[in-house]
RNA sequence: GGGCGUAUAGCUCAGCGGAAGAGCAUCGGCCUUACAAGCCGAGGGUCGCAGGUUCGAACCCUGCUGCGCCCACCA
């Protein structure tokens, strides 16, 4: 009856669900139903370019939770969208432009290049969302937002208007970290520290009006920016320099005088000469120095970081590198050089480009932060925010109590245009909410827009009530808002996570999220970032569809990857990528995501999970297969009444089992430990469903005839398509695609729902749960293994039955054994199987000794299996006296412990009997063995 | 300078106070009519090092070492 195909094959699955889950349209979230909320907004993947493996595993993260509170009866919302990433967007863009047509942008101007990042924005938004589909991301497509399109952008100036009224937003000229590439500022997030070594180089200023040509000898490692110099200082308790604090000195090569002052905050006495040239409009600390003794602040560089026309002439247009040089040359030849050491230094660079940033005085707009902060950090003590794991609360509390005003404008030209208007007559600005007809302040009429940018992250800082409606009072937002769990990685818990909370308790009055789940980042096997260039970057689409060698090496072309990186793909990939599916990549990725690690994704995992769903399909394959007469109504009203106690061992077993696995499950994502979730459900299908229950369901199945028999195969028929049933759901969110493909074929009652996605999630039934079952389950099992163990060392083959006799001195385990000698005679391919109490095994047997050993603690069975004529006495002497050893080791331990009076004394009792027992089994084994041994020498 | 993470089988990782686990890889045997992307077995680990706490430590504490992140006005 059913044509399903032997080998599972995603591609023929995948895309067609996905269709079909849209056109039911099960994505959506009312805002009109009385379900308990429970919202996950995305965080928005930038457009600039396509998805990697990273943004597969927060889409994975997100969509198990949503599909899984959404199956649990919560009006789940996920919503989608994407950011412009201002600098990085413009920057691909720009790079873009170049490679092709060898443009700037200022080729082109601020419009006609705007109109191609919109064109790059729609073509990599598009494929963005294209690969969550491909993922299957259970996204509430028709509220997609995009952080520029309208109701954002009116977001984004209603939030910088009340902001700036507030007094919360200022504009102020500062010292700012400065891109000289982009050619704009940057915040301090935004500028990436690395160790270089550098040079201390030991310059002498000479006193002024000094009779003995007395010389005040500063150290720094930015010699050219000396020619900015508006001080020097020295340390106000300084014996040695005190006598100079209020005189002037010369500033070599610029022929002006500058103060000598005092000043205990910049200056370490123990450090370098003691004495510091003071730059403070290029340097941070220099800059606060200048504030606190009224300094002059000279900018030497210009936007591009080269000398400016405050700079001698000698030096102007110099890049800094060929002004440090010039400087020490001219210094040598002044004799003012003292001397130079190596010193490590860290080197701000653009997190966007990679330029050295500089410092530079700027006018700018800032939002003042301390205000905003106070409230964040309190919702977090107050644990109205919760951070999983727990450990990132220090890393926010930190950064929280420390924070400094934001640097928001950029002098980019994607993003949002600052809403500030300056007048041509008093040059005041305007700030508001629409363009105004004249200057708040005179009533000029003839105004300008600011040219600038807002920082990206501005916009996304309102992005969890600013995609729900805000600023109107919509009913999303107070159906959604609040949102449940913000899921992200925790590279961005300052950029982002940090003033999503500051916005939202200021805007909305309430915490953005109720907890913030913070996932470790994917590398590559060696645990390296994945970077284009060192061409180990995984494309989520080619592990679903699979990629040639040259496919990914036509790709990475395409991007314009260098030489080097092509060669690492040849070196990383030298078979390409093999097809997996997204069911298996998302297995792989939930497996992995144990929290506080990052995840170094090895594709022979995603290899192994994409075995798994192969396994799952086949176990389906099977049940359908042997569902004759089977109906599912009829099952479902017996299992909860009489029909369980007609359950065979193994029913019971299964479906105790089943409900452990449940429990767990659900225990494990509450908690977001989605590994543990993923392992247990993994265990269950493969380890116990597969390997085990259906192997003794096999017999059961065909059996007929008898009523008895019937009445067994009605059983063993229902227990097996009902547990599939529950373990697809339980493994839905996980597996999306291939537990929808077969619990569409799988016998339901009627009445059910049209897609597993709106079924209800498992929950554990405790009155399954059956521990005796379990306990005689695991003596058959121990039986089966043994037998087969033998059969394995005595290369019997399979098909070859054996006869086996079972020893016991307990008489309960006997009649176990006895009542159960059919599952053990079908698992363990036994012919006569003969139960016995302890004794001489038979003529002609090996024993394999059950019992004393962690996997059979209690159990005290003999399994002798009748190999007359093939005892290899030799072999069989050494594996018993392998074994004997091993015990002996056991006992020794055992011993050990109990003749320890304070072991006795201060273990919990449990424990203490737990070792007499394993002590006395120990004993037990080692008698065997011996026995065994004995019984060997007289063959 | 502060903070955080991490070190467990050849590889990628679970386990985090009471007898060392999974997947992949390796070895042996099986085409047993759900699955060879499979089945049945096997081998493989002084759980980074040194101390300490405890009756008991891979697990808790301290120190050290290696690797990796983050923060900081490290002339």
């Given at each position: 009856m059913n044509e399903l195909p032997k080998v599972y094959d995603p591609a023929q699955v995948e895309g067609r669900w996905y269709r079909e889950w849209i056109e039911q349209n099960v994505f959506h979230a009312d805002a009109n139903t009385p379900k308990a909320p429970y919202t996950i907004v995305i965080p928005p993947p930038n457009v600039t370019g396509s998805l990697h493996i990273g943004h597969a595993l927060f889409a994975t993260l997100q969509d198990i939770l949503t599909r899984w509170r959404r199956m649990q009866g919560y009006n789940a919302l996920w919503l989608p969208g994407t950011d412009h990433a201002g600098i990085a967007t413009q920057l691909v863009v720009e790079r873009r432009l170049w490679r092709e047509e060898q443009k700037t942008r200022q080729d082109l101007g601020r419009e006609a290049f705007l109109e191609r990042v919109w064109q790059w924005k729609q073509r990599s938004g598009g494929r963005i969302l294209e690969q969550l589909k491909v993922l299957g991301a259970s996204c509430d497509w028709p509220r997609e937002r995009f952080t520029m399109d309208e109701g954002l952008s009116r977001a984004v100036r209603e939030a910088f208007v009340r902001l700036y009224e507030e007094g919360l937003i200022y504009r102020a000229r500062r010292l700012i970290n400065w891109c000289p590439r982009c050619h704009s500022a940057l915040s301090d997030l935004e500028v990436e520290h690395t160790d270089t070594d550098g040079k201390l180089w030991h310059i002498a200023y000479p006193v002024e009006g000094s009779s003995g040509g007395e010389r005040l000898v500063v150290a720094t490692t930015r010699p050219e920016t000396l020619l900015g110099d508006t001080a020097v200082a020295v340390h106000p308790e300084d014996e040695r320099f005190r006598h100079l604090i209020g005189r002037r000195a010369e500033l070599p090569l610029t022929g002006r005088t500058i103060p000598i002052i005092g000043d205990a905050v910049l200056v370490d006495r123990e450090f370098g000469t003691g004495a510091v040239k003071v730059t403070p409009g290029h340097d941070f600390n220099d800059f606060e120095t200048g504030l606190r003794h009224g300094l002059e602040m000279i900018s030497v560089f210009d936007a591009d970081a080269k000398l400016n026309e405050n700079a001698p002439a000698a030096y102007r247009g110099l890049t800094t590198k060929e002004a440090r040089e010039r400087v020490l040359a001219d210094l040598k030849a002044a004799g003012l050089l003292q001397g130079e050491e190596p010193h490590k230094l860290s080197l701000g660079q653009c997190e966007r480009c990679g330029t050295v940033v500089e410092p530079m005085l700027s006018l700018q707009w800032f939002v003042k932060t301390g205000p905003l902060a106070r409230p964040a950090i309190e919702a977090v003590e107050q644990g109205k925010t919760r951070f999983v794991p727990e450990n990132w609360t220090k890393t926010y509390m930190h950064w929280m109590t420390n924070i400094k005003d934001w640097c928001?404008?950029?002098?980019?030209?994607?993003g949002h245009r600052i809403p500030a208007w300056y007048c041509a007559a008093c040059q005041e600005p305007t700030v508001a909410r629409e363009t105004p007809a004249?200057?708040?302040?005179?009533?000029?009429k003839e105004l300008r827009q600011d040219d600038d940018v807002l920082d990206t992250w501005f916009s996304s800082a309102l992005w969890p009530f600013s995609t729900l409606g805000w600023p109107d009072d919509t009913k999303d937002l107070r159906t959604f808002y609040p949102t449940s769990v913000m899921e992200t990685g925790y590279d961005i818990i300052f950029f982002w996570v940090a003033r999503m909370m500051m916005m939202g308790l200021h805007?909305?009055?309430?915490?953005?999220?109720q907890t913030v789940f913070l996932h470790a980042l994917v590398v590559d096997e060696n645990g390296d970032k994945m970077s284009k260039v060192k061409g180990n970057v995984i494309d989520p689409l080619d592990v679903i569809h699979g990629a040639t060698l040259e496919q990914l090496l036509t790709k990475a072309q395409g991007d314009g990857a260098p030489k080097e990186a092509l060669e690492n793909i040849k070196k990383n990939f030298p078979q390409g990528i093999p097809a997996a599916g997204a069911d298996a990549l998302r297995f792989t990725l939930a497996a992995m995501a144990a929290q506080g690690r990052n995840i170094r994704l090895a594709l022979s995992r995603v290899e192994g999970y994409r075995h798994f769903a192969n396994k799952l399909w086949n176990a389906a394959r099977f049940t359908l297969m042997n569902l004759e007469g089977h109906d599912a109504d009829r099952w479902h009203d017996e299992l909860g009444s009489e029909a369980r106690e007609r359950l065979g061992l193994g029913d019971r077993w299964i479906l105790s089992r089943l409900q452990r696995t449940v429990a767990e499950v659900d225990q494990a994502l509450e908690a977001f430990k989605f590994n543990e979730a993923a392992q247990a459900i993994y265990r269950f299908l493969w380890t116990e469903f597969c390997d085990w229950y259906i192997e003794l369901a096999k017999p059961a199945l065909q059996g007929s005839g008898t009523p008895a028999a019937e009445t067994r195969r009605r059983m063993a028929q229902g227990v097996l398509s009902s547990t599939l049933e529950v373990a697809c759901r339980l493994l839905h969110p996980f597996m999306p695609f291939v537990t929808e493909e077969i619990w569409q074929q799988l016998p339901r009652?009627?009445?059910?729902?049209?897609?597993i996605m709106i079924t209800m999630y498992p929950v554990a039934d405790d009155t399954l749960i059956d521990a005796a079952a379990e306990r005689s389950m695991a003596l058959v099992q121990q039986v089966v293994t043994a037998v087969r163990n033998l059969r394995s060392e005595y290369h019997v083959g399979p098909g070859v039955p054996l006869d086996v006799t079972v020893m016991s001195a307990d008489a309960a385990t006997r009649a176990e054994v006895e009542a159960h000698a059919e599952l053990i005679q079908g698992l363990g391919r036994v012919r006569e199987l003969q139960v016995a109490p302890r004794g001489e095994p038979p003529h002609g047997t090996v024993v394999s000794v059950i019992g004393g050993d962690a996997a059979s603690a209690g159990m005290d069975i003999d399994v002798a299996v009748n190999l007359e004529g093939q005892i290899d006495v030799a072999a069989e002497r050494v594996r018993i006296a392998k074994d004997l050893a091993k015990t002996e080791k056991d006992l020794a331990q055992s011993q050990a412990k109990l003749e320890k009076p304070s072991f006795v004394e201060r273990a919990p009792p449990a424990v203490v009997e737990e070792e007499r027992r394993r002590l006395a089994e120990s004993q037990d084994r080692i008698a065997k063995l011996k026995a065994s041994l004995e019984r060997l020498g007289r063959l």
């Open positions: 928001i404008s950029r002098q980019l030209w994607w004249a200057c708040a302040r005179c009533g000029h805007f909305m009055k309430d915490v953005p999220f009652p009627s009445g059910s729902s049209g897609s």
